[in-house]
């Protein structure tokens, strides 16, 4: 059994997967670290912030996010969390993508990752823990891709302007604004930045915005100052991006949530840039 354990401890395990769970308190911080292993890393309950030099990925209890070995991150704690994490290696992580991504994580998946961590470090291969190993991998390579990161660009002049925002996200904000600020034609701006981002404009401040209010959501905040403080004009049109994004209201989401209880000790997606 893993419990309340280092995973640095066991990744010279000769298996190809190893669990670890842990329970951390509110406004828990791992510092920046990395692992040998690529990591899957889910919270039964409570929801986290991951964040590398690529950007910032909020994690609810819904999904986990997969982190590629060698790959520097720091994990912040939205409130008391307890996580349930896979570390992969060989022809299991090779199957998951070479870049940090969050995945939904269905019930089976879920159950799945609580029953791992009961496994011993050298499970038998055969028999009922490696078939449950094997069918632990299937479902999260299968695992849908959510769009709850926020990409970070190089270009410093970029990066500084979505710092900006990010501290104070406001969807009302003009791309006009944006092509001011940087001296940059409308064109050559959005250029610029699905270059560096990957996404369009509109789509980077949706995915900001919905990085600002996911920890404030599953902090029990209502919906509607939350839609306000974002700059939307209704209610009614933040729930709309949300549902869109997301795939269910904010308020079905923040039931599956488990509001985990507001974190003064964080400031959101302020520090998504932050370079470590």
Do not use: K
């Amino acid at each position: 059994m893993v419990r309340r354990a280092r995973a640095q401890e066991y990744e010279a395990t000769p298996r190809p997967l190893i669990a670890v769970g842990n329970d951390y308190p509110a406004g828990h911080w791992h510092p920046t670290h990395s692992h040998r292993r690529g990591q899957f890393l889910h919270a039964e309950r409570g929801t986290m912030m991951v964040v590398t030099e690529a950007g910032g990925w909020v994690v609810p209890p819904q999904a986990g996010v997969w982190i590629p070995g060698g790959i520097a991150h720091s994990i912040r704690m939205l409130g008391a969390v307890s996580t349930r994490s896979v570390y992969l290696e060989g022809a299991a992580a090779a199957r998951l993508p070479a870049i940090c991504e969050v995945r939904g994580v269905a019930p089976l998946l879920r159950h799945l990752l609580i029953a791992a961590i009961d496994l011993p470090p050298e499970y038998e291969a055969e028999g009922r823990a490696g078939y449950l190993v094997a069918l632990l991998v299937e479902e999260l390579v299968r695992a849908p891709t959510l769009p709850f990161s926020v990409p970070a660009p190089a270009e410093p002049r970029l990066a500084e302007a979505c710092r900006r925002f990010c501290a104070a996200p406001d969807i009302g904000e003009d791309i006009a604004a944006w092509c001011r600020e940087l001296g940059l034609s409308r064109r050559g701006f959005t250029r610029m930045f699905r270059a560096e981002t990957g996404l369009s404009f509109r789509a980077w401040q949706r995915r900001a915005c919905l990085q600002a209010a996911l920890p404030r959501l599953a902090a029990g905040e209502r919906v509607t100052a939350v839609a306000l403080d974002l700059g939307y004009g209704a209610p009614a049109a933040f729930t709309a991006m949300f549902r869109q994004v997301v795939g269910v209201s904010p308020q079905a989401w923040r039931a599956g949530a488990g509001g985990s209880g507001p974190d003064q000790s964080w400031s959101g997606a302020a520090s998504l840039f932050s370079r470590m």
